[in-house]
Each structure stands twice: as structure tokens, then as C-alpha cells.
């Protein structure tokens, strides 16, 4: 398991948009909040280059963080980033406290495993075809995974992982099941690759019918 992230910030006393356009042009710093958790909201800053280095972590988009702020910490989650249209640089950020005790949504990367050795692909001459890269989850922040894993060396050739196929941990669930039947989407599947060997047979035969026709409809060749 990756080692929990933990960012440093700071308070922010002036607010506004003029106040965070200052922040970001003078002090290269990215304006931020903390809410949630029956507290009042925080205002924060953190530095730009702190903050783009954590971001390159896949974790970081689906683990529990740990934000330090003065003397104190608290346990958080991400829930929005707010880039530049132009330039793509991070102009807010907020973050959302947790509880222990409370469950947490959150997206969850997936990660497939034994795509070489997949069935559907070395036998079938299929390929692979991966529907979701990620799947909300509800649990304990205790409980929160770091990756689902997708074994697909059993998938043959016209066959789907669905969500209720995935292995979860225990005191994991996954929302959209909880939506109905459904929402039971496939998450990977193998398609068979056009123009496959099969498809090469089919177009024989059907070559082969169509001469056949051809022949049987035309005179014969001794024919007055």
C-alpha cells in the first residue's frame, strides 16, 4: 500500500476572487477549503508545487489524506479541483473532513491483472476492452481500498466482468449496485477482433455459395 500523502497548508485570512488572484500571481500559492464533518469551513492556501507534485499520486484522488494546518491535522478527502481553462493550472481545491465513523463515496481506481494471459485473447485472438478505469465506493474510511483488482485471464472471447463480479473487501460496496440490477454494467469485456480468422471462413463460404450460384444460373457451356 502507497504511504498516506500529507499536504501542508495554511490559513487564509483574505477572501475573494481579487484575494486569490493576488495568491496565486504573488505567492504561487492555490487557494483552498475544508469543509464538512459538522465544523465550520476552513479557508486554506497550499503551494502550487507541492500540491501538482502529491497530484501526480493516483492515490490522491482516492485516499484518505492527511491535511496539516497549524499545530493540528485532520483526515480529509478531495472533492473538487478547479483548473485554468487556458493553462490547466490548479486554481482551487477543496476538501471534504471524514469521520471515523461516517462512510465515504468514493471513486476507486480499478486495475486489471493477466490481460497476457487472458483466454478470449491467446486462444480466441480477441482483445480486451476495458469499460471503466474506476468504480464509486461506499465504506469506512478504514475500509477504503486503495485499487480493486480485475482478473481477466478467465474472459473468453464474447464475455463481460460485470460489477457484481468484482471482489471486494470486506465492509466495501459498490453505489451503483445499490441503484438496481440495472446498473450491474459490465466493467471489461473481449470483443472479437473483425476480420479474424473466423471472419476469413465466413467470407470463403460465402464466396464459394456465390459461385456455385453463379454456375448453376448460366448456360451451359455446350449449348446451342
Known sequence: MSEQIVLQAEFREELGKAASRRLRRLSDKVPG???????????????????????????????????????????????????????????????????????????VPLHY???????GVK????????NLIEVEVSCLPRDLPEFIEVDVADLEVGASIHLSDLELPDGVSIVALGLGEDHDIPVA????????????????????????????????????
Open 113 to 119: 491483472t493477466n490481460e497476457d494471459r487472458c483466454v
Open 33 to 107: 477549503i475544508l469543509y464538512g464533518g459538522g465544523v465550520d469551513p476552513v479557508h486554506l492556501s497550499l503551494a502550487h508545487r507541492d500540491l501538482c507534485k502529491a497530484m501526480q499520486e493516483e492515490s490522491f484522488f482516492s485516499q484518505i489524506l492527511e491535511l496539516s494546518v497549524g499545530d493540528k491535522t485532520q483526515a480529509c478527502v478531495l472533492r473538487d479541483v478547479q483548473r485554468h481553462p487556458a493553462t490547466d493550472r490548479v486554481q482551487h481545491i477543496d476538501f471534504l473532513r471524514i469521520r471515523d465513523d461516517m462512510p465515504v463515496h468514493m471513486h
Open 189 to 224: 469485456s473481449v470483443a472479437a477482433r473483425r476480420g479474424g480468422a473466423g471472419d476469413e471462413v465466413d467470407a470463403a463460404a460465402g464466396s464459394d455459395a456465390t459461385e456455385d450460384d453463379a454456375d448453376a444460373g448460366s448456360p451451359a457451356d455446350d449449348a446451342p
Open 123 to 130: 486462444l480466441g485472438g480477441g482483445r480486451i476492452a476495458h
